[in-house]
């Protein structure tokens, strides 16, 4: 009997009424902290963020270089196996001429990279200038870049819960940047520079892939925004379910760092052309300020996380086009003079001739159509007047006929129809 008895079963410990008031105060502690710690957080100052993304680039750049040196070190004890000392040179090829090295070229330019002072490019800094008032001025008249912003943030992958984006806010500044204290640095094939704390040696930079590096600091101290607005939409569990305003304004207030630049050489064998190659060193400092507005009747103003993400966004987008050890490379066309290429002199009249407007083509060849026709009716009007006088000199009556008419009486004027 005592085996049928079936086992009480243990009761909760909590009724369901404690349960939904623990589940709804555990969201509303969520909801809190999301509120307080996302929302209205305080964000840590720039400087300390800063050092902190400077100390990352450091380390990446340590990382990176310390591949490329082992790999080297790999490649050169390969090359040093595979090699033939007894390998007999042909003595039918005639010796090309020596290859132009760092060494010939900064001796030929009386530049000492150890001893030669820094250049402040204040030349530089004003054609830069001109340069940039130029593209601006051009912006100003001319919606295309306006275009190419709006359709290079929408794109074709916007995701589907972003409505399109309008550019509300385009500002390019009014000051220009200022570059200094340009130095010119040989670099090794990989963009290493040589080990620092010796003198230069020319030696050194001569194998194959050695160049040399212009290495100038960057400052710009300025106003460039970008303001945008667009909606996040929410499709779940229906399509357009809510919709969020969002307004976002970004400003470049100040950027400097040292900018590298140098050329490779074309190689004729693998008809590649000349290539400039330009990367910002990981020593850059790039600060924003970030506006944001959330929301359509109850907004929420500068968030500061938002600020962050989008801040820290902008800073990925940069380091990973063109902050060492990443760079941007440009081809270079061919610097041969070449005729189609020659401007001035005789065909600079010829351009100049075939430069006038289409309006000014018209009026002189409406003056000239006039001119034409003012003397066609000028010299019509001439030969009517000659036809006309003689014409009336044929018709006028002579004194002999008019005394010879018959039945006159002498002294009297016959009374005759003349024609007029």
């Known amino acids: 009997m005592a085996q049928d008895v079936c086992p009480t079963k243990p009761e909760p410990a909590l009724s369901f009424t404690q349960g939904f008031i623990l589940g709804q105060l555990s969201i509303v502690l969520l909801l809190a902290a999301f509120i307080k710690y996302f929302i209205f957080g305080e964000p840590p100052s720039p400087e300390v963020t800063a050092s902190l993304r400077a100390a990352e680039r450091r380390s ?41 090295t760092i060494g010939s070229i900064l001796d030929k330019t009386y530049y000492k990279v150890d001893s030669h002072q820094p250049e402040s490019l204040d030349w530089f800094n004003v054609l830069v200038a001109q340069t940039i008032a130029q593209f601006r001025s051009d912006a100003q008249h001319d919606d295309a870049i306006l275009t190419s912003l709006t359709k290079a943030l929408n794109g074709t992958t916007r995701p589907d819960f972003v409505d399109e984006i309008r550019v509300t806010e385009l500002s390019l500044g009014e000051d220009f940047p200022i570059f200094s204290n340009c130095r010119i640095i040989p670099v090794d094939e990989d963009g290493l520079t040589f080990k620092p704390g ?34 996040l939409l929410l499709n779940y569990p229906r399509r357009l379910s809510a919709v969020l305003p969002v307004a976002l304004a970004v400003s470049v207030v100040r950027f400097s760092g040292t900018l590298s630049i140098s050329f490779v050489p074309s190689n004729p064998s693998d008809n590649t052309p000349t290539k400039m190659t330009f990367t910002f060193l990981d020593d850059y400092r790039l600060d924003f300020s970030i506006r944001s507005l959330l929301g ?23 380091d990973e086009r063109c902050v060492e050890p990443r760079f941007q490379e440009i081809a270079l066309p061919s610097m041969w003079p070449r005729k189609k290429n020659t401007r001035g002199g005789d065909e600079a009249i010829a351009d100049a001739e075939r430069s006038l407007s289409k309006t000014k083509g018209m009026d002189i060849a409406k003056d000239l159509r ?16 000659r036809v ?31 024609p007029t």
Do not use: C
Not at 297 to 314: C, F, G, M, N, T
Not at 373 to 381: F, S
């Open 296 to 318: 359509s009747r109850s907004r929420l103003q500068d968030v500061p996380k938002i600020a962050q993400l989008v801040e820290s966004r902008l800073h990925r987008w940069f």
């Open 60 to 100: 990446r750049t340590r990382a990176h270089k310390k591949s490329l040196l082992s790999l080297r070190e790999l490649s050169t004890r390969e090359t040093g196996q595979q090699t033939n000392p007894n390998r007999k040179k042909s003595s039918i090829l005639r010796p090309s001429p020596p290859t132009l």
């Open 198 to 231: 010796k003198a230069f040696d020319a030696n050194m930079a001569t194998r194959e892939g050695a160049r040399l590096q212009a290495r100038m600091d960057v400052d710009l101290s300025d106003m460039i925004t970008l303001a945008v607005e667009t909606k």
């Open 370 to 385: 006039s001119d034409v026709r003012r003397e066609v009716e000028a010299e019509a009007d001439a030969r009517a007047d």
């Open 388 to 418: 006309h006088e003689s014409l009336r000199y044929r018709r006028r009556p002579r004194a002999e006929d008019v005394l010879s008419v018959t039945g006159s009486m002498p002294g009297a004027m016959p009374d005759l129809d003349m």
